[in-house]
């Protein structure tokens, strides 16, 4: 890997920040960033149709979101390391992430240098995290929390409840029906126990799933 140009997707929401990195990135010798993205949809269309080596993807985004993508992008056989930048430092986060099969984790708190370490590493198919959540991925799968029972759609819909998103909202967001969402409602409900959309949002305030 050490002659080949490693060839980068960026996926953020935020232009700014995918302006920032991007510039960053290009300053490494080696590196690439071949094109970018403001969704998951995007990158996962993008990613059927072309080739790359490294992906960093946020979590949070509109629409599907990080970790929704990255299972479907493993789903299709997609075998490019992928890289979860993030501000979420929870251990649920980095537990869900990993199980959707992220190659590493780093925080958006974390120095660049870190991030451009952790995109080295991961083109080598390296694991890598950054200080913050390093201890976390160790334990992670020894842990057993309320929300490591749930699959990654009750995952991103617990979050979004838990934000005191309305149900149709959510339904227009994650495009199912508002039925459907109520189906999950319940279902998350009765793996987490928490019964009120308020026990939800103290949770994940407490465990620093949602923003403050």
């Known amino acids: 890997m050490t002659n080949k140009v490693i060839r980068i997707v960026l996926a953020d929401d935020h232009a700014v920040v995918r302006t920032g990195y991007r510039r960053l990135l290009e300053l490494e010798p080696g590196f690439e960033v071949v094109a970018e993205f403001p969704d998951g949809e995007a990158v996962y269309q993008w990613l059927k149709k072309n080739t790359a080596d490294v992906l960093i ?48 984790y780093v925080t958006k708190s974390s120095h660049p240098d870190v991030l451009v370490a952790a995109v080295r590493s991961a083109a080598l198919g390296v694991a890598v995290f950054s200080d913050d959540v390093a201890g976390v991925a160790k334990v992670v799968r020894q842990t057993v929390s309320p929300p490591s029972k749930l699959s990654l759609r009750e995952f991103e819909i617990f979050r979004l409840l838990a934000q005191g998103r309305e149900v149709a909202e959510i339904a227009d967001r994650l495009c199912l029906s508002e039925k459907t969402i109520f189906n999950y409602q319940t279902t998350i409900r009765q793996k987490t126990g928490l019964n009120s959309v308020l026990d939800m949002h103290k949770y994940a305030s407490r465990c620093r799933l949602i923003p403050p």
């Open 57 to 104: 993807l946020d979590l949070s985004m509109p629409g599907r979101g990080g970790l929704e993508t990255l299972l479907r992008l493993r789903a299709c056989g997609q075998g490019l390391a992928v890289l979860i930048f993030t501000m979420h430092d929870a251990a649920d986060m980095v537990s869900q992430a990993l199980q959707a099969g992220a190659t590493g």
